[in-house]
């Protein structure tokens, strides 16, 4: 192609802009949002509105070809935008549509637009990119005996796709993905153009999706292999869609006929569900961990065909990532100090579930949380002010201190307020902050105005002590006291 003698012009002080710019700026750096826990997760400076994400799979073994489009606003003037991103190899880059230059600081993508951006201006990003899933292990995509799956708590979507990779920046998401005809393709939300004849060519197929609500990136899923989708109808005629390994799929009905009846457990006491739909994905995969991805929670086969692990036990775990629709994927963390709003109430409604079954009551639990509580705050700081985990090991922030520790904190509130004030605190709480990001001040506040008194004195041992406080009602409850 021959260029113009004007357009040859104007190509020659862009590039001679690039250049100069590229001149004044100091190098690239990696920024983040100032997390305690993550110092470097997220970006300062924006906020993300939406993603869209075309994926193109050919196997597990291969990296796809990507195309991530975010659309944003700036929140201060910009010369630069960080975005999170690793194990990927980016091929260019835009911002507003124009070319971009491009650099890696840590695990930062940094690109530097052709002018600098001000405050409350629209940010429109496109990033042509690979998304690897080989070097697994710290999270990102999952390798299964058919295909991939996604999980990306606590900091790995940015192994997947360039994003701002904190919750405290929730956002719509599309998903494109392209595969083999033959293998079935899954996302969160629902589904915008269904795998139908038109959207296939040269032997694959493009299945589309989207949220109808803002979502975390650590809550985006994906799931490829050979699938089977399962309808089936919820509350109220609600969309449920399961997504099983296809040889399973008689021996997993019966545990899969559950969720209807659990949604309807969880509304009794809380609320309306919070999404477009629900389902379980089934990963034939080993990960050690069960995911709350919105509207499609990740779980381990092996949770379902071992014969070790009590039908009572699978049923409460099934409600605590149903349970975490609410707290966690709607209700959504401010910083990961919070995480113990997440998982707290995951296993308060897992235990009230289990107790409900009559397999292991509630007060034995808390009682026995009680008893070893003061050791876990030793080994993991206490529920709202977790120990970062070691380098290389994110999954060590999921400690017994954010999970049967925290949910010690909320029976101790209602043993504090009683069961009705308590009951209308969980049900406000979901209801007044959904799609939101929040963080533990905001559930003093509102703890505090159910109850009708200030109760930060009260949960402020509880929440960050280093040993557990006296259990109201209970003066004969009892912790071994760490040295």
Known sequence: MRLTTSRLRAALLAAASLTLVAAVLPPPQPLGIGDRLFPELGNPGYDVRSYDLSLTYKDNRTPLDAVTVIDARTLTALDRVNLDFARGKVLSAEVNGRPAPFASAGEDLVLTPQRPLGADEPLHITIHHTSDPRGGGDGGWVTTADGLAMANQADAAHRVFPCNDHPADKAFFTFRITAPNGTTAVANGLPVLPALPAARSAGATTWTYRTVHPMATELAQVSLGASTVIHRE??????????????????????????????????????????????VLIAHASTGFELETQTLSLFERGVFTDPAYPEWYVDSIMVHEL??????????????SD?????????????????????????????????????????????????????????????????????????????????????????????????????????????????????????????????????????????????
């Open 234 to 279: 919820g509350p109220r005629g609600m969309e449920l869609r399961d997504v099983v390994p296809t040889a399973d799929r008689a021996r997993l009905e019966p545990w899969l006929k559950k969720t209807p009846a659990q949604i309807e457990w969880m509304e009794k006491r809380i609320g309306r569900y919070p999404f477009e739909t629900y389902g």
């Open 339 to 483: 995480l113990w709003l997440n998982e707290g109430h995951a296993t308060w409604y897992e235990a009230l579930y289990a107790d409900g079954l009559g397999q292991y009551t509630l007060e034995r639990r808390m009682r026995e949380a009680y008893q070893r509580s003061d050791q876990w705050r030793a080994a993991g700081g206490p529920p709202a002010e977790p120990k970062a985990a070691a380098p290389g090991e994110k999954i060590g922030l999921f400690r017994p201190v954010v999970y049967d520790g925290a949910a010690l904190v909320l029976y101790a509130l209602r043993q504090k307020i009683g069961t009705p004030a308590f009951e209308q605190l969980e049900r406000r709480w979901v209801g007044e902050h959904a799609d939101q990001v929040v963080g533990t001040e905001d559930f003093v506040r509102l703890a505090s105005e159910v109850a009708g008194e200030d109760l930060s004195a009260f949960l402020r041992p509880w929440l960050y002590g280093k040993t557990t406080p006296p259990m109201p009602g209970h003066p004969e409850w009892s912790a071994p006291k760490t040295t």
């Open 323 to 336: 349970a975490h629709q609410w707290f966690g994927d709607s209700v959504t963390p401010r910083t990961w």
